[in-house]
C-alpha cells in the first residue's frame, strides 16, 4: 500500500513538474511571437513613412508641373492677346483712315454737288437771256422760242444719237448671237442622243423553213387571216428562215411580229388561235406603252402626269416622223429645252414637260383627223397641262408666237433635233403621207369598220360590217373608193382596193 502511495506521490510530482515546464516553453514562445510582432510592426510602420515620403514628393512634383503649365497657357494666352490687340489696333488705325478719306470724299461730292447746281442755275439764267435775245429779235414767244432751240439741239445731237443707238444695236446683235450659240453649243455638247432611223419592215426569224406552210396555212387561210387581222403585208419568199413583216405603221408591225414570233413558238398556227394570241399581245403592248410612258416621265423627273398622256407617250415609240422615231425625237427634244432653259434663266423642268409633249398628237393621228398640233393642244388642255405646255405645241410649228423662255427652248430643240443630218428622210414621209391618205379615204366611208394599205402602198384591204354593206354594196364601195383615190393622191402604178365582208355565226355550247 506503501509503495502504491510513494509511485502516485513521485507521479504526481513529475506531472506538475511536466506541466510546470510546459508552461515555461509556451511563456518563452509567447515572448518570441510579442518581438517578432513588434519587429514587424516596425517595418510596416517604417514602409508607410516610406509610401507617405514618395507620395508627397509626387504630389510636389505634381503641382510644380500643374503650375509649370498653367505658366504657360497663361503665358500663351497673354501673346495671342497682344498679337490681337495689336491687330485690332492696326485694323482701328485703318478705319480711322478709312473714314477720313471718306468724310474728305463726301466733302469733294458735296462741292460738286454745289458745283452741279451753281451751273444749273448759271444755265438756266443763260437759256432764259438766249430765249429773251430770240424773243426780241424774232417776235416770238417763249414757248415757241423754247421749241426752237429744243428742236436745233436735237437735229444737232440726232446723229450722235444715231451713231450711239447704232452702235449699241451692233453689241447687242453680236451678244445675242455669242450667247445663242453658247447655249446651243453647251445644249448639244451635254446631251448627245442616239439615231436610228425607222424602217418599213420586221424581219422574223424562223427556227425551220417548214414552219412557212404553216403561216401560209391550208389554200392560205392562216397568211389571210394574219393580214386581214393584223393589216400588215407578209412576205414569205425564198429567203432561208425568216419571212419579213411591212407596214408603214410602227404599232401595228411590232404587234404583229410579236404576234407571229408567239405562234411560232406555241406551234398551234391557225385562224382561231391566231385571233386569241392578237388579243393578248394587244393587251400586253397596251400594258407596255403606258409601262414605257411612266418610265420616261419618272427618268425626266415630271412628275405627276395624267395616266393617259404617259400612254400616249409611250406609244410615240411606234410613230415616225420622215424616218425619225417620235418618242427618240421628244427625249431629244426635252433633254435639249431643259440645258436651253436652265442656261437662259427659265424653269429647266417645264422646259422637259413641254419638250416631250410638244409632239404628243403624233400618237393620235391615226386613230384621229386633223393636225398633231391640234391634237396635241387638245389633249393637253383636257388633262389641264400648264398653259406653257399648250404654247410650245403651238409654236414650235408657226401657229403662235412663243410666250415664254420654255416654249422657245422648245422650238429651238425641235428645230436642233430635226434639221441634223441624217435625221429625217424625206422619201419615207412622203410615202407614208400617201398611204395614210389611202386609208382615210377608204375609212371614211359608211360601213368601213377597217382599212390596211399593204403591199408597199400598192392594195388597200377594206373591212366592212357584214351588217351594213351587202355584196352588191361592196361592188359600188370599191368602185367609189378606186375613184375618190384617182382623184385625191398621186402614186406610181395601180392601187387595187379589195373590199372584204365577212359574217360569223357564233355560238356557245353549255
Same mark, same amino acid.
Request: contains cysteine; hydrophobic residues 40%.
Given at each position: 500500500?506503501?509503495?502504491?502511495?510513494?509511485?502516485?506521490?513521485?507521479?504526481?510530482?513529475?506531472?506538475?513538474?511536466?506541466?510546470?515546464?510546459?508552461?515555461?516553453?509556451?511563456?518563452?514562445?509567447?515572448?518570441?511571437?510579442?518581438?517578432?510582432? @513588434?519587429?514587424?510592426?516596425?517595418?510596416?510602420?517604417?514602409?508607410?513613412?516610406?509610401?507617405?515620403?514618395?507620395?508627397?514628393?509626387?504630389?510636389?512634383?505634381?503641382?510644380?508641373?500643374?503650375?509649370?503649365?498653367? $505658366?504657360?497657357?497663361?503665358?500663351?494666352?497673354?501673346?495671342?492677346?497682344?498679337?490681337?490687340?495689336?491687330?485690332?489696333? @492696326?485694323?482701328?488705325?485703318?478705319?480711322?483712315?478709312?473714314?477720313?478719306?471718306?468724310?474728305?470724299?463726301?466733302?469733294?461730292?458735296?462741292?460738286?454737288?454745289?458745283?452741279?447746281?451753281?451751273?444749273?442755275?448759271?444755265?438756266?439764267?443763260?437759256?432764259?437771256?438766249?430765249? @429773251?435775245?430770240?424773243?426780241?429779235?424774232?417776235?416770238?414767244?417763249?414757248?415757241?422760242?423754247?421749241?426752237?432751240?429744243?428742236?436745233?439741239?436735237?437735229?444737232?445731237?440726232?446723229?450722235?444719237?444715231?451713231?450711239?443707238?447704232?452702235?449699241?444695236?451692233?453689241?447687242?446683235?453680236?451678244?445675242?448671237?455669242?450667247?445663242?450659240?453658247?447655249?446651243?453649243?453647251?445644249?448639244?455638247?451635254?446631251?448627245?442622243?442616239?439615231?436610228?432611223?425607222?424602217?418599213?419592215?420586221?424581219?422574223?426569224?424562223?427556227?425551220?423553213?417548214?414552219?412557212?406552210?404553216?403561216?401560209?396555212? !391550208?389554200?392560205?387561210?392562216?397568211?389571210?387571216?394574219?393580214?386581214?387581222?393584223?393589216?400588215?403585208?407578209?412576205?414569205?419568199?425564198?429567203?432561208?428562215?425568216?419571212?419579213?413583216?411591212?407596214?408603214?405603221?410602227?404599232?401595228?408591225?411590232?404587234?404583229?411580229?410579236?404576234?407571229?414570233?408567239?405562234?411560232? $413558238?406555241?406551234?398551234?398556227?391557225?385562224?382561231?388561235?391566231?385571233?386569241?394570241?392578237?388579243?393578248?399581245?394587244?393587251?400586253?403592248?397596251?400594258?407596255?406603252?403606258?409601262?414605257?410612258?411612266?418610265?420616261?416621265?419618272?427618268?425626266?423627273?415630271?412628275?405627276?402626269?395624267?395616266?393617259?398622256?404617259?400612254?400616249?407617250?409611250?406609244?410615240?415609240?411606234?410613230?415616225?416622223?420622215?424616218?425619225?422615231?417620235?418618242?427618240?425625237?421628244?427625249? $431629244?427634244?426635252?433633254?435639249?429645252?431643259?440645258?436651253?432653259?436652265?442656261?437662259?434663266?427659265?424653269?429647266?423642268?417645264?422646259? /422637259?414637260?413641254?419638250?416631250?409633249?410638244?409632239?404628243?398628237? !403624233?400618237?393620235?393621228?391615226?386613230?384621229?383627223?386633223?393636225?398633231?398640233?391640234?391634237?396635241?393642244?387638245?389633249?393637253?388642255?383636257?388633262?389641264?397641262?400648264?398653259?406653257?405646255?399648250?404654247?410650245?405645241?403651238?409654236?414650235?410649228?408657226?401657229?403662235?408666237?412663243?410666250?415664254?423662255?420654255?416654249?422657245?427652248?422648245?422650238?429651238?430643240?425641235?428645230?436642233?433635233?430635226?434639221?441634223?443630218?441624217?435625221?429625217?428622210?424625206?422619201?419615207?414621209?412622203?410615202?407614208?403621207?400617201?398611204?395614210?391618205?389611202?386609208?382615210?379615204?377608204?375609212?371614211? @366611208?359608211?360601213?368601213?369598220?377597217?382599212?390596211?394599205?399593204?403591199?408597199?402602198?400598192?392594195?388597200?384591204?377594206?373591212?366592212?360590217?357584214?351588217?351594213?354593206?351587202?355584196?352588191?354594196?361592196?361592188?359600188?364601195?370599191?368602185?367609189?373608193?378606186?375613184?375618190?383615190?384617182? /382623184?385625191?393622191?398621186?402614186?406610181?402604178?395601180?392601187?387595187?382596193?379589195?373590199?372584204?365582208?365577212?359574217?360569223?355565226?357564233?355560238?356557245?355550247?353549255?
Amino acid at each position: 500500500m506503501t509503495e502504491i502511495i510513494v509511485g502516485g506521490a513521485a507521479a504526481a510530482i513529475s506531472g506538475a513538474a511536466a506541466y510546470l515546464l510546459t508552461k515555461r516553453i509556451e511563456a518563452s514562445k509567447y515572448d518570441v511571437y510579442v518581438e517578432q510582432a @513588434k519587429a514587424k510592426a516596425k517595418a510596416i510602420e517604417h514602409e508607410a513613412e516610406a509610401v507617405l515620403q514618395n507620395a508627397k514628393l509626387q504630389v510636389k512634383e505634381a503641382e510644380l508641373e500643374a503650375k509649370r503649365k498653367y $505658366e504657360e497657357e497663361i503665358q500663351k494666352l497673354n501673346t495671342e492677346y497682344n498679337a490681337r490687340l495689336s491687330q485690332l489696333e @492696326k485694323r482701328e488705325a485703318q478705319l480711322a483712315e478709312e473714314w477720313d478719306d471718306l468724310k474728305e470724299t463726301k466733302r469733294e461730292l458735296k462741292s460738286l454737288e454745289n458745283r452741279a447746281e451753281s451751273l444749273r442755275k448759271e444755265y438756266e439764267t443763260k437759256r432764259n437771256e438766249a430765249l @429773251k435775245i430770240l424773243e426780241r429779235a424774232s417776235g416770238l414767244t417763249k414757248e415757241e422760242a423754247r421749241e426752237l432751240v429744243l428742236k436745233q439741239v436735237e437735229e444737232e445731237e440726232r446723229a450722235e444719237i444715231a451713231h450711239i443707238v447704232r452702235r449699241y444695236e451692233t453689241e447687242a446683235k453680236n451678244e445675242a448671237k455669242r450667247r445663242a450659240n453658247y447655249i446651243l453649243a453647251q445644249a448639244t455638247t451635254r446631251f448627245a442622243g442616239e439615231f436610228a432611223a425607222e424602217r418599213l419592215i420586221n424581219v422574223v426569224h424562223l427556227p425551220d423553213d417548214d414552219l412557212k406552210g404553216r403561216i401560209i396555212g !391550208k389554200e392560205g387561210r392562216n397568211i389571210k387571216t394574219l393580214e386581214m387581222l393584223m393589216g400588215v403585208d407578209i412576205i414569205i419568199d425564198d429567203t432561208p428562215g425568216a419571212i419579213i413583216l411591212s407596214s408603214f405603221n410602227l404599232y401595228r408591225r411590232a404587234i404583229a411580229t410579236r404576234t407571229i414570233e408567239l405562234l411560232i $413558238e406555241d406551234g398551234r398556227i391557225q385562224p382561231a388561235r391566231i385571233e386569241e394570241i392578237y388579243e393578248k399581245v394587244v393587251e400586253e403592248f397596251d400594258q407596255k406603252v403606258l409601262e414605257e410612258g411612266e418610265q420616261i416621265v419618272v427618268d425626266l423627273g415630271l412628275s405627276p402626269m395624267h395616266p393617259e398622256l404617259m400612254k400616249l407617250i409611250g406609244r410615240l415609240r411606234y410613230r415616225a416622223s420622215y424616218g425619225q422615231n417620235a418618242l427618240g425625237h421628244s427625249l $431629244e427634244v426635252a433633254h435639249l429645252a431643259g440645258i436651253m432653259a436652265a442656261e437662259m434663266g427659265g424653269d429647266d423642268t417645264l422646259a /422637259k414637260r413641254a419638250g416631250i409633249l410638244h409632239d404628243i398628237g !403624233k400618237a393620235l393621228t391615226h386613230e384621229y383627223s386633223g393636225s398633231h398640233v391640234d391634237l396635241g393642244a387638245e389633249v393637253c388642255r383636257r388633262y389641264k397641262e400648264h398653259p406653257v405646255v399648250i404654247n410650245a405645241i403651238y409654236a414650235h410649228h408657226g401657229h403662235e408666237e412663243p410666250e415664254t423662255i420654255e416654249a422657245a427652248a422648245v422650238c429651238a430643240a425641235d428645230t436642233l433635233s430635226a434639221a441634223r443630218p441624217g435625221a429625217r428622210r424625206e422619201v419615207l414621209e412622203s410615202f407614208l403621207k400617201r398611204v395614210k391618205a389611202v386609208e382615210e379615204i377608204a375609212t371614211s @366611208k359608211p360601213g368601213v369598220h377597217h382599212a390596211y394599205a399593204i403591199n408597199a402602198g400598192r392594195e388597200v384591204r377594206v373591212i366592212v360590217n357584214a351588217s351594213l354593206v351587202n355584196d352588191d354594196e361592196a361592188v359600188l364601195l370599191s368602185k367609189e373608193i378606186a375613184e375618190e383615190i384617182e /382623184k385625191a393622191v398621186q402614186y406610181p402604178g395601180e392601187i387595187k382596193v379589195n373590199v372584204i365582208r365577212e359574217t360569223r355565226a357564233i355560238n356557245y355550247a353549255r
